[in-house]
């Protein structure tokens, strides 16, 4: 316990809750809410300070017309903070706070970080509209929640990389959040909570967008929100430009080049 609340102000956080599960529940175009100075400012500065850069560690890329993006997962490239931080973030202190913010339930953690972990995106790339993918096969889970925590100091909004919420219907963006430094983006995902940053990063070719992700579950979920198990399922937008295929090989092949 102790260590959950040197690095998570759950005093704080708590004593924030009548607002917060309200402002959640009512929340559009589905349930969520941006949490601003979630952590303590010198512990969100630590963390900054250790998160890897373009080549630091092996990070695994995605690159195709929906997704340009590095992700990690793996505890043994994260600093001794961030890891502390991830297992906090996953402890039965905090995941009581979700549940009382969010109404879920029974929430289970994912040590093993699935499609979470460390995120960065450089200039030019993007993340598409989706819905989450619904299971998690290895413990054979529910996704029911998602929490990013954003850390991107001096983020101009002509930057780009806000994550956008969009309805069901994929008709228009309902709610945007710019993943300013410090900022907690927390929502339900479900197969139709469709979410993403589409458009190319607009920062400095020095910056990136950097966030941590973490994923929670439960094991069954209401029956109205059953479905079929699906992975990643992106969405276009009403007119979505497509890129080139050659040009998206290209690209592939150029960062293959300079990661060696």
């Not at 690095?7 to 004593?15: G, Q, R, S, T, V």
Request: hydrophobic share 35%; proline share 5%.
């Amino acid at each position: 316990m102790r260590i959950v609340q040197t690095l998570i102000p759950l005093e704080k956080l708590n004593a924030l809750l009548p607002t917060l599960k309200a402002e959640y529940a009512n929340a559009l175009p589905f349930p969520h809410t941006a949490l601003d100075d979630f952590l303590d400012r010198e512990i969100a500065e630590a963390i900054l300070e250790e998160f890897p850069g373009e080549n630091d560690i092996r990070w695994k890329n995605y690159y195709d017309q929906n997704q340009k993006k590095q992700a990690n997962e793996n505890e043994e490239f994260m600093g001794p903070l961030t890891r502390k931080l991830l297992h906090a973030l996953n402890s039965a202190e905090f995941l009581k706070f979700l549940e009382e913010l969010t109404g879920i339930q029974n929430l289970i953690a994912d040590p093993g970080f699935r499609g979470g972990g460390l995120h960065n995106i450089y200039r030019g790339g993007k993340l598409g509209i989706h819905a989450d993918f619904n299971k998690h096969e290895s413990l054979n889970l529910d996704r029911r929640l998602n929490l990013l925590l954003y850390l991107n100091k001096n983020w101009k909004d002509e930057y780009g990389g806000h994550i956008e919420l969009w309805d069901k219907d994929m008709k228009h963006c309902v709610k945007k959040h710019a993943p300013l430094f410090n900022r907690a983006v927390v929502f339900t995902t479900t197969d139709t909570s469709y979410h993403g940053h589409p458009d190319p990063l607009n920062c400095p070719a020095d910056m990136s967008r950097k966030s941590l992700a973490l994923y929670y579950y439960t094991d069954g979920r209401p029956g109205e929100e059953v479905g079929q198990f699906h992975s990643t399922l992106f969405k276009d937008r009403p007119n979505e430009p497509k890129e080139n295929s050659l040009m998206i090989k290209i690209g592939k092949y150029l960062r293959k080049l300079k990661s060696r």
